[in-house]
């Protein structure tokens, strides 16, 4: 079975941080390169982040130099550190393999920058 569960996010003062975390079945994630993914109010879902399973990552120009994506085999779990946030990242932030399996989003986790 297929599952994602995000934690860890927040309200968040601009200019703050949060550390997202999602563990993953072992299945998928062991074999798959992973991806952190978000969706603003009345906007479409976007890729933020993806990293594989070599470490190689890729970031969207939104947010490099502020966020950093990483991820523990051992322990299944994807992580995205969020810093020098600002209010147009407010979103529902969802990992996922990268590309996404489409039928298998989570619940996310909301993360709301503001003053």
């Known amino acids: 079975q297929v599952q994602f569960v995000e934690s860890g996010g927040g309200l968040v003062q601009p200019g703050g941080s949060l550390r997202l975390s999602c563990v993953a079945s072992l299945s998928i994630f062991r074999t798959s390169t992973m991806g952190w993914y978000r969706q603003a109010p009345g906007k479409q879902r976007e890729l933020v982040s993806t990293?594989?399973?070599?470490?190689?990552?890729n970031y969207a120009d939104s947010v490099k130099g502020r966020f950093t994506i990483s991820r523990d085999n051992a322990k299944n779990t994807v992580y995205l550190q969020m810093n020098s946030l600002r209010p147009e990242d407010t979103a529902v932030y969802y990992c996922?393999?990268?590309?996404?399996?489409?039928?298998?989003w989570g619940q996310g986790t909301q993360v709301t920058v503001s003053s």
């Open positions: 990293i594989m399973r070599s470490s190689f990552t």
């Open positions: 996922n393999t990268g590309p996404p399996l489409s039928a298998y």
